[in-house]
């Protein structure tokens, strides 16, 4: 069992910047995994901002090409997404994901990493205008 555990949202105007962090607790001894990054936003879709293989491979979904930047330091389990040039369309709820055993990145769809992935609780981002 893990649990990603995401930081660093928040409420910032248009051209902000945000970064923010989703550490993995529990058993991550083996790691092998994918992490990624979705965003819920209001009255859309879940969809995939980008994933990372355990390498360090990155593929950005297209909701996550060109403003962010997406990296991991596996010594400490963490994820990081770096946002710039936000907009009100980033807002959303940010969720971290891990999963093992699974394609990273996700199929083209981006609706979840596996079937047997693990979700955080999730951080707000609301961007201004």
């Known amino acids: 069992q893990v649990q990603p555990v995401e930081s660093g949202g928040g409420s910032v105007q248009t051209g902000g910047s945000l970064r923010l962090s989703c550490v993995g607790s529990?058993?991550?001894?083996?790691?092998?995994?994918?992490m990624g990054w979705f965003r819920q936003a209001p009255g859309k879709e879940r969809g995939g901002i980008a994933s990372i293989r355990h390498d360090g491979i990155t593929t950005y979904a297209p909701s996550g090409k060109g403003r962010f930047r997406n990296s991991r330091e596996n010594a400490n389990n963490t994820l990081y997404l770096q946002m710039k040039g936000l907009e009100p369309e980033d807002t959303g709820t940010y969720y971290c994901?891990?999963?093992?055993?699974?394609?990273?990145?996700?199929?083209?769809?981006?609706?979840?990493?596996?079937?047997?992935?693990?979700w955080g609780q999730g951080t707000q981002v609301t961007v201004s205008s």
């Open positions: 529990g058993d991550t001894t083996n790691k092998m995994y994918c």
């Open positions: 994901v891990i999963a093992w055993g699974v394609p990273c990145p996700p199929p083209p769809r981006w609706v979840r990493l596996g079937p047997d992935d693990y």
